[in-house]
């Protein structure tokens, strides 16, 4: 006879641990005895400890404007946190003791180590912390109030630079939800002020940049800027956090200086097939979220919404200086400051980004296109080379440019392809104007500029080929670059870009190294880099081991 036999289902968010974990924790941190209502930790503060009952019970509260909302009790073997424990940030609940307990008071330094050494615990806490946190979010259990409108630009920056920084908020649209107007009364809003976030419940930012959110939710609170660093990162997309996790898992006092919010290019993609170990894909929101919370438990900084505007390399130690003011000294620096894909000015264009428009015309675009018609614009070789192939999967390629012809910006070769290639489309003088569809792109309108005509067509499929700009004008004249600004490296720069760049060494530049010893570019801003997730992340990591031999050079 068979049985089966139920098992109680794990539960990850708010497990209890076996006495021998309790005993392993003990080491990182103090016993303490607390009295029933102490409060152990306040919203809002920084830097919050991390609380294991032994005896008693804890219960987390979550504070609005007049009253408490009870969200869990913890019970002996259970702790206490989410994932700002990881980065320091503000905390968002309250946790006050419901009964005379014994409690074990870890520090969040202690904790890190904790996380690092011991990887059985390591593995339990983690995915709490991260699994709470998705919880806050999910039920908008934060400090901040976003009132806006989803037709509304400035609402929709806000929203994303929240999101993209994993913090809860509530979101209050004017044109949909109701009792609107107490909200607006009790904060002195009006409505021409949108989007306005209510930080923390006390300060009201009315259409507040990325840089005030971060400074009044204290984004970057903790992080030392005047500590000199081992390595300094600039840009947190894929490369730069490879290299953050990298750096810091083997013992490197890393920093990154990110001017918006983990994710770079990636973080916009609704879901990439092609990086390994995710066979149904993930979206790049995801991929970031997990790799900068891998980060953070390994030790490393980050600043965010926050530019580097300038290196200074004069002199070694180098530094960077952020948003015009402040000096980060860097003993080694990594650019992976990635690059910006030149957009037309199409307002839904981002809607659709993943969903129909792509900046890539791989086999992986190709496939979704099959037996379709598609469009492209641009009239460099990557838009030829791209209409040229799509031709070969789609019923028909559109190509549109707004100059008068090809012959400037094209490869002879691939203008006589598209002449000859009765599937493809040359529309001169031609621009799209708008963009159709709810969920996927679902037709194009487009306006032939000499005349004025206008044509509407159901197309599904946008490729925009016009090009990616490097973030590098912020170097001036420090580095070689090539002819399109991208960082040359490693055998890339030639014998007379080195001697014009001075290179001091008897040795020749390491592979990901720029024309200046021990400053490293990585991913999409290096010139010759593959524009692909997995390639960014491997040049993040390899680009540590040579920060380890600039270190000791
Ligand atoms: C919509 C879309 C979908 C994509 N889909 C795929 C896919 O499915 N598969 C795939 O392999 N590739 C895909 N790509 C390409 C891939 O995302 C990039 O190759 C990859 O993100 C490059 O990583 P990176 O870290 O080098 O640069 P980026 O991702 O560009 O990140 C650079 C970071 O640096 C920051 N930064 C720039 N300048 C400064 C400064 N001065 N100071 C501080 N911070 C700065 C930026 O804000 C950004 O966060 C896609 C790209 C896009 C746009």
Do not use: H, R
């Given at each position: 006879m068979v049985t089966s036999q139920r098992t109680e289902p794990i539960d990850h968010v708010f497990p209890t641990l076996a006495q021998s974990h309790a005993d392993r924790l003990r080491r990182y941190g103090v016993l303490r005895q607390v009295e029933a209502g102490e409060t152990l930790l306040e919203p809002g503060t920084i830097d919050p400890h991390f609380y294991v009952v032994v005896d008693g019970s804890l219960e987390i509260v979550r504070e609005t404007r007049d009253s408490e909302t009870l969200i869990h009790v913890h019970l002996p073997g259970q702790f206490t946190g989410e994932a700002n424990l990881l980065s320091g940030r503000r905390a968002l609940v309250r946790i006050r003791a419901r009964e005379r307990s014994e409690i074990i008071d870890i520090d969040r330094p202690q904790l890190l180590r904790l996380l690092q050494t011991d990887s059985e615990i390591g593995e339990i806490v983690t995915r709490a912390l991260i699994l709470r946190r998705a919880e806050l979010i999910g039920r908008g259990y934060g400090d901040a109030v976003l009132v806006g409108s989803r037709h509304c630009a400035g609402t929709l920056r806000v929203r994303e630079f929240l999101t993209k920084n994993g913090h809860p908020f509530q979101s209050i649209d004017l044109d949909t939800d109701d009792g609107v107007q107490e909200l607006l009364d009790t904060f002195g809003i009006r409505s021409n002020d949108i989007p306005v976030l209510i930080c923390r419940c006390e300060v009201v930012l009315r259409n507040p940049s990325n840089e005030e959110i971060a400074d009044c939710l204290g984004f970057n609170e903790l992080v030392n800027l005047d500590q000199m660093r081992d390595v300094v990162i600039v840009g947190a997309g894929p490369s730069g956090m490879a290299a953050a996790v990298y750096a810091a898992s083997e013992g490197l006092d890393a920093l990154v200086v990110e001017m918006n919010a983990p994710g770079g290019q990636a973080g916009s993609s609704s879901r990439i097939e092609n990086y390994l170990g995710f066979p149904n894909g993930i979206s790049g929101q995801e991929l970031a979220s997990r790799a900068w919370n891998q980060a953070q438990k390994f030790g490393a900084g980050l600043v965010v919404a926050k530019h580097a505007t300038r290196l200074l390399c004069e002199k070694r130690p180098y530094a960077i200086e952020i948003d015009g003011g402040q000096r980060v000294a860097a003993r080694t620096i990594i650019i992976a400051a990635g690059a910006q894909y030149r957009k037309p000015e199409l307002p839904s264009l981002h809607e659709f980004e993943g969903a129909g428009v792509y900046y890539g015309a791989t086999f992986m675009e190709a496939q979704l296109c099959k037996d379709e018609e598609v469009a492209i614009v641009g009239g460099g070789n990557s838009a030829g080379q791209a209409a040229v192939f799509l031709a070969n999967i789609a019923t028909h390629v559109h190509l549109f440019v707004r100059s008068r012809g090809l012959t400037d910006t094209m490869s002879r070769y691939l203008i006589r392809r598209i002449e000859d290639n009765d599937r493809i489309t040359l529309r001169t003088?031609?621009?799209?104007?708008e963009l159709q569809g709810e969920r996927h792109l679902e037709g194009l309108t487009w306006r032939h500029t000499p005349t004025g005509d206008v044509e509407q067509r159901a197309i599904r499929h946008l490729f925009i080929m016009t090009g990616a700009a490097p973030s590098?004008?912020?170097?001036?004249?420090c580095l070689v670059c090539d002819e399109k600004g991208f960082i040359k490296t490693g055998a890339d720069l030639t014998r007379d870009d080195l001697h014009a760049a001075e290179w001091p060494l008897a040795r020749a530049p390491h592979t990901?190294?720029?024309?200046?010893?021990?400053i490293f570019a990585v991913g999409d801003v290096r010139s010759g880099s593959m524009k692909r997730v997995a390639s960014a992340v491997g040049e993040g990591a390899a680009a540590v081991a040579l920060v380890h031999r600039a270190l000791r050079e």
């Open positions: 003088f031609t621009e799209i104007t590098t004008a912020w170097l001036e004249k990901l190294e720029t024309s200046l010893p021990g």
